[in-house]
């Protein structure tokens, strides 16, 4: 089993930054792809960003394409969700999930309990 423990998220004006943390434990690191969702109140869960198990390739929704960056440190067993320029629309809970594909579906194996992220104008 894998265990996903997100930290690093709260509250934060419009135009400000936030980097969330995802450390991982358990079962080998480094041979999963890695993604970020989201979900805002009365919305359903979303795609926000992807990363291959190398670190490789990555892949974003095209709302956060340009101000958030995906990145991991399989040394640290650790995935982060570095978010510039944010927008009241960005607020949410963030989810950190991990499995075998790369891909923004919702096809992951194993996921976080969730760090509220919440930008005020």
């Known amino acids: 089993q894998v265990q996903l423990v997100e930290s690093g998220g709260g509250l934060v004006q419009a135009g400000g930054s936030l980097r969330l943390s995802c450390a991982a434990s358990g079962r080998t690191f480094s041979r999963y792809a890695m993604g970020w969702f989201r979900q805002a109140p009365g919305k359903e869960r979303e795609f926000v960003a992807a990363?291959?198990?190398?670190?490789?390739?990555?892949y974003y929704a095209d709302s956060v394409k340009g101000r958030f960056t995906i990145s991991r440190d399989n040394a640290k067993n650790t995935v982060y969700l570095q978010m510039n320029s944010l927008k009241p629309e960005d607020t949410a809970v963030y989810y950190c999930?991990?499995?075998?594909?790369?891909?923004?579906?919702?096809?992951?194996?194993?996921w976080g309990q969730g760090t509220q992220v919440t930008v005020s104008s």
């Open positions: 990363i291959s198990w190398s670190g490789g390739r990555t």
């Open positions: 999930a991990a499995g075998d594909a790369f891909t923004p579906r919702e096809e992951y194996d194993y």
